[in-house]
């Protein structure tokens, strides 16, 4: 039995609804929902959806009950209507649940989405869930890395202009990217020697140079340089072509250098069952692929796939690593 927190992300938003509608049959793992418990209660009725909220800790633990960290929002939470007096709530969930994993009372972190344009509008800097826990864990480096099935893509760069794109494929980047993803392949999906396939940055891959240059000064002697080293490496490959069974089947992770490269393929192939997976931290920390969609909330419409599947995927990494 793995025991996993749950984020209950932007109040506002398809958080609470997701999270009440998944968690609705018992479970062989502990849950611990990190959020507010108002909010969360409210959301479930309005649904019509019952919801077996305990305190976190109380005994005995039941498989069919749901436990609960409080985190109170300052104001009454309106489905869809943003208020950054809520702000507050969602970062102190976040930190709830990082401090659970580092200290190891947690075996894994599910993430619903966040705004985070509410929480910047709130006067606090916010990127993201994956640069706050890296800050939180106190780690230089992550990766993304988006799974939907067995297709497994993880980005060298992720939420940056395009034109800023070429500047930051650098030796060092693509190095750190291939250490953190091999490692966390064999540390957390229990895959002794991962064979990853390497996209370039320019369309044929350069083509030899005529139509850009960077396979040949900056990617190809960083993959030979690693192979050394024992890395099992396909590329750099052509992104055109590379997303075809005779390759995927071939290999355990696609490395995308920017994050429309890869990403788009990857939700075509599973859009809202697909699970962003953030490597590098010193936990587990599966998200959904999804944003709060503040028009659904309430409504009953939002899909619980994605999330689902995340749920899924953090209590098989989870039972990998135990």
């Keep these: ?100 994993a580092l200290r190891g009372e947690f075996d894994a972190i599910i993430t619903a989405p966040v705004q985070k344009s509410v929480i910047n509008d709130a006067g606090v800097p916010f990127s993201g869930h994956t640069e706050f826990f890296a800050d939180m864990a106190g780690v230089p480096k992550v990766v993304m890395m988006l799974v939907a099935g067995s297709l497994r893509v993880a980005l060298v760069t992720t939420h940056l202009p395009l034109s800023a794109v070429p500047k930051a494929i650098t030796s060092q980047a693509i190095t750190e990217t291939l250490h953190i993803t091999q490692r966390d392949l064999q540390q957390h999906f229990g895959i002794a020697n991962p064979r990853l396939a390497v996209l370039g940055l320019n369309p044929h891959a350069g083509e030899g140079g005529h139509l850009g240059r960077e396979e040949i000064e900056i990617i190809t002697p960083c993959l030979e340089q690693l192979k050394n ?16 069974p005779l390759i995927l089947d071939q290999v355990d992770a696609v490395i995308a250098q920017y994050h429309d490269q890869g990403l788009p393929v990857l939700k075509y192939a599973g859009f809202g069952e697909a699970v962003n997976v953030t490597l590098g931290l010193p936990f587990i920390r599966t998200s959904v692929d999804h944003g709060t969609a503040l028009d659904l909330a309430g409504t009953g419409r939002a899909k619980t796939g994605s999330f689902s599947a995340a749920f899924e995927l953090a209590a098989t990494l989870a039972s990998l690593k135990s």
């Design 1 to 100: 039995m793995a025991t996993l927190a749950i984020t209950l992300g932007e109040p506002a938003g398809i958080g609470p609804d997701i999270v009440a509608s998944a968690l609705q049959n018992p479970s062989a793992h502990r849950r611990i929902v990190i959020g507010c418990a108002t909010t969360l209660k409210a959301r479930a009725q309005q649904l019509g959806l019952a919801m077996n909220l305990v305190d976190y800790g109380d005994d005995p633990y039941d498989t069919a009950s749901i436990e609960i960290i409080n985190c109170p929002t300052e104001a009454a939470v309106i489905p869809g209507a943003l208020n950054t007096a809520n702000a507050a709530s969602v970062l102190q969930s976040l930190e709830r649940a990082a401090h659970g």
């Design 229 to 244: 080293q024992g890395f099992d490496l396909l590329g750099p490959l052509p992104a055109d072509t590379a997303f075809q």
